[in-house]
DNA sequence: CTGGATCTATACAGACCTGTCTGCTATAGT
DNA sequence: ACTATAGCAGACAGGTCTGTATAGATCCAG
């Protein structure tokens, strides 16, 4: 599956490496911080196989931002099928598995966006797309767990989990999972333990 | 009041005209795409006078935190006093009336953290005690309150705001007053109108 | 009246940044 | 066999960035 791009050729081994290595030093740095230079030779690419596959740097963060919004579709993807309730648990769940891993720093997509302040630049645009699909597979989910209100709640959730990703990265709480799990039994109206 | 620093003399004019521009200036663009040359030519000052006051430009950003952070404190200091669960909802109205403002790019202390990966750096040290303070308001209106367990509902109320503050600026909200009150009375377990 | 603090103006070093360009090689489809 | 695509290597232009240095003006306290 998917080595393919949008056209029948199979994707190019150089764009694949530089997009990887993007990723990592992306993330863990900021995309102001991390030069051109630097990801291509950490690539192993040459810069003019670079400005062959991205016409620019922004075109390099964008295509950066929906690799993050594909695998974020496909974590959740690969959750299997439970019921809808225990579904948005396993979704917020995510959250402390992404903060466990080394070198966490923060939700990828807040981070990208607070070096594009301009809300019409593709790279937001992308950020958008990103928050708007996961904002229905909420609300989709709300709809089959019989929810009152699936929009408001909806609502709810995404600034829970916006919230969630904020709070694991900047003050680290010891018990990030009962804390998501609590913030999720408040939104959701949930009886909380004592 | 207040034109005084540390020591006995009257606070710098041109540092006061520095630490102006630049608030203004982080906050609009963020803090790595706006550079030294800038804000001294719309501080109207002699790069020699900043390099006089501040000693390099992460002092500069670290000074510019401590400002917002003044800031916040003064907002919260003038609401007044009125019951806790309405300062709760009054303190929350803040990030509407922030949201409201024209240029509103998120919350500063957010964004400013993602350009500062290192979390032992002053920039984020200042930063955690911004947060550190906001978290004990929470925890102090809520024991006032009689809030049964202040510390979690403070956490609670934490990540209710910073999602807020994400979800103010990056979804703009049409309703937000009305998020905002929502998402109050979910975690503190009021009942919700239909 | 003298020395220190504050300020302006400007030039400069050294690093780093993005993006372009030239040359050369190898592979694969038509 | 020809040509388009993909790739490597490296130089270079032109800009921006931080931070330092030089040189002089103003003001105030001891």
Known sequence: MSAARTNGRPESLARRRILDTATALFSLGGVRAVGIDRIIAEAGVAKATFYHHFAAKDDLVRAYIEELSKGGRAAIASLGRRPARQMILAIFDLIADAADQPGYRGCPFQNAAAEYPDPSSSVRQAIDKHRHWKWGILKDLLITDA????????????????????VSHLDRPANLRTLIRDTVDRVLGAPRPV
């Open 147 to 166: 929810n009152p209100d699936p929009d408001r709640t909806a609502d709810a959730l995404t600034v829970a989990a916006d919230g969630l990703l904020v």
